[in-house]
């Protein structure tokens, strides 16, 4: 292994140190330490690997993909897999499924990323809010998070979606809005554990309003709790996204986003299965990956329910 | 419990808070309830259709369009229109389907039966596998059988339900020819027995059509199965992490070294103490899957409040999918009650 060699090693142990010698030095050693323990988790890390994969295959799309995803070409349609020039066949309209999948990698990640931007932030918000205030604050903000809560999401999404339109950016905005609750219930609990710990009220004496409180203090605080819910929330979005595509609430034709491509591909499932099957194994196959690295993060950063 | 204490105070006591914890619920229930009208209602305004235009048509004369739309109390204030609307919810009013002309409360008592029959069979399979699949995981934890139930939990949270369902039937339907299309029933056979549940297994069973019995089944275990899948990965998840928690406790190694044997150490003891958690669990699922069968009603056209929701949308039927989303909704709260009121019966910690 590369860590044996002489420098790595000294790295290694500045790392790995009893006794941090500043701030950075700290966060930096608890962090290598927590990525030690999440590489010795092989399922984490094979999910991470698919993650990094699709990233790099997002990004560089226009390289990979072997055709234009939007060039249709009647005379080519539904072409069966390994077809020639075709490796996973066309669709109804001729297009390369290959190349509309590896464009599709695109739109997953921007939904991905921007459902995970909106939703824990918002969550945050509230929750620390709500859990610092306490009092009437807290009640109101709880309630409005318990009737959200309340709401089924798929239904809740759907008829969003109906009032705001069809379209990608309005899924993200549907499947933000039924995702937050949940965040800001966890916000909220690490908060009222946070609250009335010492070091809060020494803060408090020096003078630190409620803002500098919540914002330097709580939130870093409530981070790692977090990013665990939200990476094992991935699947469920994606999945979310997936079933508006799917019922054509979401991105729109000739969008090559991997649920409107399966019903695309489902009229023509008893003839030709591939072209709907090959979409649903690619959302699998993501969803499985996030499934797998939340678990992991969640090993580590969150001692109390590993292994369970 | 109270009933084992004496004195006459002590007895009495445990009762007040019992009532005043309920009627707090009741009460947090009641302004859940009105936010989630609320929520409706307002999704219902800021809608991009024009309610009058949709009833009057676009000829309408000015008139016309001004008389509907005094009608429909658009001129009033918006909390005044959200008590006119919250008073015809109460009195189960959900408005006029646009598709139809027929009132939406109605139309959803019709498609509602078939939704619970589908949710029904589906956390029936879920419960009948997954509780004794967690209960094996828990107890021969690292095992073979454990970590198949975990493979079996993984991919159940990670797969794509619609796309799962598309692919069932093309192998079982499609390739195998094993189980019934999509649909309720082959048309063949539609219409024989009398409809008395809206549930046709139970209908046909009741008239004793046995012929119709069995080509409902057909139709109905691939769905159900589906769905009893989605909910077999969810309770056997948690039904194994409950069991664990009780397996490490005192009181299980005490009954094991008095000499009792496995089986009722498991049963008789850890698995007793995890009922009540199991129900809410139980209580959860199901809810989830009289919402969540929305793309599995769509995959295999089944005429349930799903599918009714989403033809309504796509056809811009606003009545119809907010009616749909407010007695999803309701059901929704009602089952989270029932399984916290079950908590606070059966559970004397809670008290």
Same mark, same amino acid.
């Given at each position: ?20 010698? !500043? ?53 080519? %349609? ?5 077809? +020639? ?20 990698? %695109?739109?997953?990640? #921007? ?57 990608? +950016? ?12 949940? #965040? ?39 981070? !790692? !709790? ?37 019903? +695309? ?21 993501? !969803? ?21 | ?120 069979? =589906? ?56 189980? =019934? ?171």
């Amino acid at each position: 292994m590369s860590d044996m060699t002489a420098p790595d090693l000294t790295w290694r142990a500045w790392l790995l140190t009893d006794a941090p010698t !500043s701030r950075r030095h700290a966060q930096l050693a608890s962090f290598y330490q927590g990525w030690l323990s999440l590489r010795s988790n092989t399922m984490a890390m094979f999910g991470l690997g698919i993650l990094i994969f699709l990233l790099l295959v997002a990004l560089f799309a226009p390289f990979i993909a072997p055709y234009d995803p939007f060039v249709q070409s009647l005379g080519n %349609r539904l072409q069966p897999m390994g077809a +020639e020039g075709h490796l996973l066949g066309t669709d109804s309209l001729g297009r390369d499924i290959l190349s509309r999948l590896i464009y599709g990698s %695109r739109i997953t990640l #921007y939904i991905v990323a921007l459902v995970a931007l909106i939703a824990p932030v918002a969550g945050l918000l509230v929750g620390t809010v709500a859990g610092y205030a306490g009092g009437w604050t807290d009640t109101i903000l709880m309630r409005i998070t318990d009737i959200f809560l309340a709401f089924p999401r798929l239904v809740l999404a759907l008829a969003f979606v109906a009032a705001l339109g069809a379209g990608i +950016e309005n899924a993200v905005l549907a499947i933000s809005l039924t995702a937050w609750p949940p #965040y800001a219930r966890i916000a909220r609990a690490e908060t009222l554990t946070i609250r009335s710990s010492d070091y809060i009220s020494a803060i408090r004496l020096q003078g630190a309003g409620a803002l500098r409180i919540i914002t330097k203090h709580i939130w870093p605080l409530c981070i !790692s !709790s977090l990013i665990v819910r939200v990476t094992l929330d991935m699947a469920g979005i994606i999945l979310a996204a997936a079933g508006l595509g799917f019922l054509g609430l979401g991105a729109q034709p000739p969008s090559p986003e991997w649920g409107a491509m399966i019903s +695309e591909g489902r009229r023509f499932i008893l003839d030709h299965w591939w072209v709907a099957t090959v979409p649903g194994l690619a959302i699998f196959t993501v !969803s499985l990956a996030f499934n797998l690295l939340g678990d992991g993060l969640r090993d580590v950063l969150d001692p109390k329910d590993g292994g369970q | 419990m109270a009933v084992t204490d004496t004195t006459e105070g002590r007895r009495r006591a445990p009762l007040v808070p019992w009532i005043k914890g309920a009627l707090l619920t009741l009460g947090s229930v009641a302004v859940t309830m009105l936010g989630l009208l609320f929520v409706t209602f307002i999704i219902g305004r800021v809608m991009p259709i024009d309610p009058v235009l949709a009833i009057v048509g676009e000829r309408a004369s000015q008139s016309t369009y001004d008389a509907v739309y005094q009608q429909l109390g658009l001129d009033k204030p918006l909390l005044v229109q959200f008590l006119y609307y919250l008073w015809d919810v109460v009195r189960g009013d959900f408005g006029m389907s646009l598709l139809n002309a027929r009132p939406v409360s109605e139309d959803i008592a019709r498609v509602f039966p078939a939704t619970l029959e589908l949710a029904t069979l =589906g956390v029936f399979i879920g419960i009948v596998l997954g509780v004794p699949l967690g209960v094996i995981a828990a107890v021969r934890r690292g095992s073979w059988i454990d970590q198949i139930a975990r493979v079996v939990a993984l991919v159940g949270y990670s797969m794509p339900i619609f796309w799962l369902g598309l692919m069932g039937l093309l192998v079982f339907y499609g390739i195998l020819g094993w189980v =019934g299309g999509p649909g309720r029933l082959d048309i063949f056979y539609q219409d024989i027995v009398p409809s008395r549940t809206g549930m046709i297994l139970v209908d046909s069973a009741i008239a004793g059509d046995w012929s119709v019995f069995r080509n409902a089944f057909s139709h109905i275990v691939l769905p159900a199965a589906l769905l009893g899948y989605y909910s077999l990965a969810y309770i056997s998840r948690m039904t194994r992490s409950f069991m664990l928690e009780q397996l490490s406790a005192e009181y299980v190694t005490t009954a094991r070294v008095k000499g009792m044997s496995e089986r009722a150490v498991i049963w008789r003891h850890a698995f007793r103490n995890i009922r009540v958690q199991l129900i809410t669990v139980i209580a959860l699922s199901y809810a989830n899957l009289l919402e969540g069968s929305v793309l599995t009603e769509i995959i295999f056209s089944w005429p349930g409040i799903g599918s009714y929701i989403t033809t309504a949308l796509l056809s811009a039927d606003m009545n119809a999918v907010l009616g749909g989303t407010v007695v999803v909704g309701l059901i929704f709260i009602c089952l989270n009650i029932l399984s916290d009121l079950l908590y606070r019966v059966f559970d004397p910690r809670s008290k």
